[in-house]
């Protein structure tokens, strides 16, 4: 019965993400936005809500010692996934379709919407690595705050940057029609979106658990590996569905505006609700995810683009990782 559950969970994710994909695109069109408003925020925020959801119920809600290494998990799971496999999954998504005739294998993306994203991440998850290590709750309290701010701050600056979204959007699903839907039509089908990938990534997480369970997983491999790879789904979905569209900008800027995302909001969770000392498995996790970030960063600075190649690169991050926690850690 959890398989069959599964495979009907993937499918109203993946509907639910092309409706989400369609109605944010043309939310930005008709209040006239960026690319990285659209990509970087909007579609951002809107498909980290499964993954945001697992650690704030777990720890909040929940409680206790168990809940808490749940939590934990989940929140540095996230972004770690977002760097390296969701970056794999949007580089064999630019091969496939470039071997189908659908785009050209170069991916081009807008530099600075890019540059500005994995800055902002690499700032806040440092900081909140380092405050990983050093247990001072004033700290914590403090760092929790200020990285709320920092997060408001990146959105104004990603609102006021320039980028047009081009080339052409397909009619909204819920007016399909060529001109302009009315707002009420484009909020309807993004709220519906939403609730389909609610939905289906919190039947996906409770049937792979159920699953885990009974293959006998530790549920530190759940929290960290499992779950958020389940729960971006939707964010990897969207950049399948826009590197199809060759709309490379939007399809990365989802993937790297949720790191944003998730390093400052579920982060600033954990700071406040959680002892939040990370142990030696965490940390290698979250040093991963900065180097892969660093490692993409440093490219945009020198190459001044990504190549399919450099996103697929992040799987070695991801394949260290695996070798980490099933030879090494305890």
Do not use: C
Request: charged share 15%.
């Amino acid at each position: 019965m959890s398989y069959v559950l599964l495979i009907i969970a993937l499918a109203i994710i993946l509907a639910s993400a092309e409706l989400f994909t369609n109605g944010v695109e043309w939310f930005g069109r008709r209040y006239e936005l960026g690319e990285g408003a659209v990509g970087s925020v909007l579609a951002a925020v809107g498909t980290a809500l499964p993954e945001t959801l697992v650690p704030i119920i777990a720890i909040v809600f929940t409680g206790g010692q168990a809940a808490d290494d749940i939590g934990v998990g989940a929140i540095l799971g996230a972004p770690f996934m977002l760097a390296s496999l969701a970056m794999v999954v949007t580089a064999s998504a630019v091969v496939i379709f470039t071997w189908r005739g659908r785009r050209e294998l170069a991916v081009t993306v807008n530099e600075e919407v890019m540059r500005r994203d994995l800055s902002h991440f690499l700032i806040a998850y440092a900081l909140a690595m380092g405050a990983g290590v050093i247990h001072v709750r004033p700290l914590h309290y403090a760092l929790a705050a200020a990285l709320l701010a920092f997060y408001g701050y990146y959105v104004w600056e990603t609102l006021r940057g320039e980028g047009d979204l081009g080339g052409d959007t397909k009619p909204l699903y819920f007016h399909r029609h060529p001109e302009m839907p009315h707002r009420q039509r484009i909020f309807v089908q993004i709220g519906v979106a939403l609730l389909g990938i609610v939905l289906g990534a919190e039947i996906f997480v409770t049937e792979i658990q159920t699953l885990s369970e009974t293959l006998g997983a530790a549920p530190l491999i759940v929290s960290l590996l499992i779950t958020p790879i389940a729960t971006e789904l939707p964010e990897k979905f969207n950049s399948v569905l826009w590197i199809r569209q060759r709309k490379d900008t939007l399809a990365l800027g989802n993937i790297t505006g949720a790191m944003v995302f998730q390093s400052t909001f579920p982060v600033s969770v954990g700071l406040l609700f959680t002892t939040w000392q990370l142990d030696t498995t965490g940390l290698v996790s979250g040093l991963l995810a900065l180097l892969s970030g660093t490692v993409f960063y440093v490219t945009l600075r020198i190459k001044h683009s990504l190549t399919w190649w450099s996103l697929g690169g992040a799987g070695s991050v991801y394949f260290a990782y695996l070798v980490y926690v099933f030879g090494f850690a305890k």
